[in-house]
Every structure is written in C-alpha cells, then in structure tokens.
C-alpha cells in the first residue's frame, strides 16, 4: 500500500478510466450480437466475443469504482469522476437525491453565503500555495491579508456578487425588525469565476506574471457526461392519477436546474415516462450550449441596437460548455414536449415574420427585424451533434420536424423510424454535410418509394450507409415497388460498396432475381431482416446467404415464405402443414447452412472438419411458426423476448475463443446461458433479443447496439 501512495494522480485516474471502459458495450463492429452474459467467465482473447462477454456488467464495474474509493483519499479523487460519469436514473428517491447531490440552492441566501465563504476560503489557500513556490510567506497573517484582498475586490463597483452573501451567515442581525428585500444571488458558476478573477487580479498586483489555477466546482456535476431516463418509472408506487398529474417528480423546472451544472453533458436520453418536463427551457439547455452559443452561427439578439437581454447571462454560462453529442428522445409524444419543440424551433431555426401585433413597442419590432436579418445571414446550426434518435416522434408536424434534423449538419446516426418525416426532408439532408452511418426509416407513411430511392442513389449524405432500416409490416407496408428496389439495389453506393452490416427490407418486394442476380456479395452483413415477403422462397433465401452473405449471423422470417404458410394462416390450418412448414425451415435453411458438410473418416485419420458454408445461428419467425415448433429440435431452441418477438436460436453457437464455434458441448457456459434462456419462456430482461428495432445512439454503437430498459423493449420485445 505505501507504494501505490506514492503513484501520481494521473496514473490513477487512467487506472479507474480504464475499469468503466470495461463496462461499456463494445462497437458495432467487436459485438457477438449475444445477450450479455453475467458472471465470471474470464477475459476474451478477441473481439466479437460471446462468452467470455465483451465487456463487464455495468453495475460490476461502478462496484469496483466504489470500492476504490474506500481505499484511500488519492483512490477516492481519481475513481469519483468515473463513478459519476454517467447517470441513469431510475426511481423517484434517487432522482430527488440526485438533484439533492448536484445542485446547490442560490435562491437561499444561507446556503448560497456558505458556499460563497467555501470557495473564497478555498481561493485563498489556492493563492498562497501559489506563493510560496515563489518563496512568499504563508502564514496566518498572509492568509488574512490574501482573504481581505479579495473581499475587497468582490466588493468593488464591479463586483458580481451581493453583499449580503459576502458576510457570514451568524453575523447578521437576527432582529425580526430589519426588513431587507430579498436579493436573487447569482448562479453558482458565476460566483466561481467571479472569485477566481478576484483572485487572479489581486495576485497580479502583488506577484505580477504568477498564475494562479482556477478554483474547481466542489459539486459532481462537472463529472457528468451521460445522463438518460431509459429506466425511470413510477408505476407500482400506488400513487393515484391526481398524484401523477399534480406531485410529478421529474418536472421541467428541476430538469432544467440540473441542466445548468452538467457543463461538460455530451449524451442525453428522455422516454415517454418523463417527457412532459421537457418544456422549452430544457431544450434551450440542452442544444443551445457550446458552439451554438459562442456566435458560431447564432445571431445575437438585437445585435447592433443598445439594449438589455434577458438571455444574455444564460448564453455567457452555456459557452463554456461542451456540446451536446447524442440525444435520444424516442417516444416522447407528450403536449408539453410538442410545444416546446415547437416554440424552439420557431424561435431559432425559422425566420420570423417582421408582421407583429399593436401591442409590440418599435424597440421589439426592430430587435425581431434584427434577428431575421441575420438568421438568414448566419443560420443557427448545432455542430456538435452527432446521433439524434427521433422514434416513434410522431406528434411532431413535418414543417417542424424537418427545420429540427436540418440544424444539425454533423449527424451520422439518425433514427426517424415511426415519424412524419416527408420526401421534402431526405432531399434537403442528402444535400446537406451529413454523412451519415446508420439511418432508420422504419414505418414511415409519409415517404416515396421514389424519395428513398432517389436518396440512396444520389445522396453524398447516404454513400457511408453501414447500417440501414426500412421496415415495414403489414400495417404500415414499404413504399417501395420492385422497380425502385432493383435500381437502388444495383446503383445505391451502400449496397455496391459491400460495407453493409444491418440491413432490414421487411414487406419490400424482394425477389429472386434481385437476390441472385442484381444484389452485390455483402461479406460484413451480420444482421438480416426478411420479414413479411410472402412470395419469397426459403430455397432463395439460403441461396442468397450461402453465396454472397455468407457472414450473416441473425435472419428474420416473420410471415415471409410460402413454405412457411402456416405460420400466416394460423392454427384453423390442418395439422400436417404446421409440420411441412417446420421441415421445410430444417431441410431448405437450418440443415444447408448451418450443418458442417459430411466428412469420410476412413482414409485417413486426422480430420479437419470444414466450417459450415455461413455463419446463421438466429432466426426470427412469427409467433404460431414459434409454437409449431414445440421445443425445437437438437441444440435448436425458442428464446422468447419479454414481448411478443421470438427467435429460433443454436444454443451450441456463438463467439467462443477466437472465433464463432459450432457444436459446444452441453456443459459450456455460453450454452448453460442460453438454455437458460429458453426455459424462460419470455420473463427475461427487456434487453434479451436480436435484430433490433430501435437505434442506439447513447453510445453510437447504432443497430448492432444492446440496450435494456424502456430502450431495449423497443428494441426486442415490440412488434412494430
């Protein structure tokens, strides 16, 4: 122990950074596509592996930051800003306790004197510290002339802070008599800075060219860099609906107050659990920060006129901030949220009309003249942005959707699935900078079979596609006719390239010959959606895979095939055709693929036994194919999600060693975890699944990505 304390601090800090990258998923690139498996299993020895898992359980590693920071004080300051590094909130106590930890309460001129004394104290020994490597003295008197110094020049004409919060709490008069009008303080970053310039000034008067560090935020906000609502519920704690309507703990305002002290946020995840505190002042914190902020294309308000603005001080506090990288607001549809989006949008990405009512002084017509002038001058764009995830948006109307995902000219992660999206907005981004990586049209009613053509083909924005969705189902079918299929297929710059990985055209009219004939060999597709094309055999199917994907690994057969039939008509169906259907998947699809070719062992007697032609181990198939299935057969096996989503899985199949491996013995932990699966029969985790629906965009690792919560069950559990 006596010589880790000699370690310096930076040695520990990459220490415990390197323990909570252990517990991030890996990219979409190094994942096995498996379940994460929980226990100890050992280190992988390569990337993608299933078993040992890839990565730590995220709880395993922030146990192992917590229990750091009881060894020690050099342990507890480098593990700390891990440990909070990334916030998910998940019940109501936690949430208030949460805001109780990072916020400090200015409004109370206790709290806010108290801090204000912490800090100048803390100032103080900063400075003198400071002095002493200059060979200054550094006794009490030095500290009292440094503390006065800086009184003094806080309660300078200049200065930011009152004066009721320069004296000490305890030696104010307490009479009830003296009546002084309450003061609003100011916030709390102001305070910071406004010390450490006091400080930096007197020092320049007494050690002229000495610098003196900037005094650090004691509370932990500064450590947050994700925070996200994916587990948040209220439900089961018998609170009634005037209790939910009326007592809500996440509210706009304290969503907002936690906003203003995580300077250094990049990843922010809302649900339709708590989307009615995203008002207009949160969205305001969360995109109008960093660059959007600094003049980088925001115009100034009233820009050239004299004139006070009330946003001015937010703006100076937001341009020292990072910005924001990923925001996932998938199935927010509340009032609340619709109307904020669409007062931000209209506040400062459209022009506004110079046309304004009689009650309008001239001083606001000219400062709204302003801002149009120099909106269509310098637009507001918000850089920083990289994934956006728009799911299941839906209430949002397409003349302010599109305004909304144009601000971002950076995106490579984009998921629109289930929104209003219209062809006017894949024009308008496929000449824009967007290079995009992974983009999902799922169910989108208002696009052309035309405009995704078109933008595929032509679009620089879509030429880097890895990852692309454009699921349909029976209810909402793809747009796209046999015409525009062929054409993209042949000329689309994703599908020639060959760098596709995830790739859904469920209820497109795909056909043989696009298959066999017109499509491009895709070596690194992984994850393959086919569902509801029921003209398409499965003897096509295993001819596509077997010649030009042979890599894939996850296939979805929802009510697609003929062979498959019974699976769509149902169980009024005669006995035998539920059977005909299960041996045609065995015999066309599961024995081609899936089985290692026959090998004679009577000439010779070291045998190497050959790979199977591909590498498919999942297959998803419709809820009565499922049940015709009974308990599978072999090391085949129903793996059920925890909503109406079910795969037909090789439990002896996954990433084992250096490599995907067949055949693993019945004692094989990865098999145990799968078995274990399968007699769950649907009460699993939410982020048990393949083939996902939804995008993750936290983490960037798109839609090869895993996620649990309310996320992983618009991944995996959901039909649509």
Known sequence: MSAVLQYPPELLFTICEYIYAAGLPPSEYASSLDPLAIGEFGTPTALPSSMPPPNWSEP??????????????AWYEAAKPWLWHKIEVRLPRSWLALLDEIIIDTEDDEKAALAVKESIQAATRAALASTVRTGASSDEDAARKWKESIMESLTGPDGSIPPELLTPPVSRDPSPRRLRPKSKSPARWKI????SDAVQNVMDLTEPGLYVPRLHDPRPGRFVRHLDFNHFRTIGMRRSVEDSATSRFVTGERVEALLKELPNLTAFGATEYMDGALSLPVLNELLLRGSASRGGGRPTRGRGIVTEDPE???????REFKDLQAMDLTGCVSAVFVSALTDFVNTHLLHEDEQSNGSDDESRRQIRRARARFMQEEPLTFPGLQRLGLRGVKSIQPQILMPFVLAFPSLTHLDLSATRVTPELLIALGSSTVRLH????ARCVHLTGTCIRDFLIRAPAAARIRELTLYGDQTFPSPLTTDDLAEMISSAPCFTSGELTYLDLSSAPVTKELLINVCKPQPKLRSLGLSYISGLNLDVIAQFLKNKAMNVEVLTLVQTSPD????????AAPRGSAQQAM???????????????????????????????TRLRVIELSAPALAALGAGAGSWRIIRSKGGRGWYVDTASGWVDTGL????????????????????????????????????VLHGCGMLGREDGLYGAVSFAYQG
């Not at 001015?312 to 937001?318: A, G, L, V, Y």
């Not at 070291?606 to 790979?611: E, F, N, Y």
């Open 661 to 696: 491996q067949r055949n693993l013995p019945k004692a094989h932990p990865f098999r145990v975890q799968m078995c274990r699966l399968a007699d769950a029969n649907g009460n699993v985790n939410s982020g048990v699944g393949w083939h996902a629906r939804k995008m993750e």
């Open 438 to 441: 992974s983009l999902a049209l």
């Open 564 to 571: 498959l039939d019974w699976g769509r008509v149902g169980p």
């Open 312 to 318: 001015e001080e937010d703006r100076e506090r937001r």
């Open 192 to 195: 910071m800075r406004s010390i």
């Open 583 to 613: 041996m045609a998947l065995h015999s066309q699809v599961i024995g081609p693929l899936c089985t290692p070719p026959y090998v004679s062992t009577l000439c010779s007697q070291t045998v190497v036994i050959p790979p199977s032609p």
């Open 60 to 73: 395993e590693a922030r146990k192992t930051l917590s229990r750091l920071c009881l060894v020690n004080h």
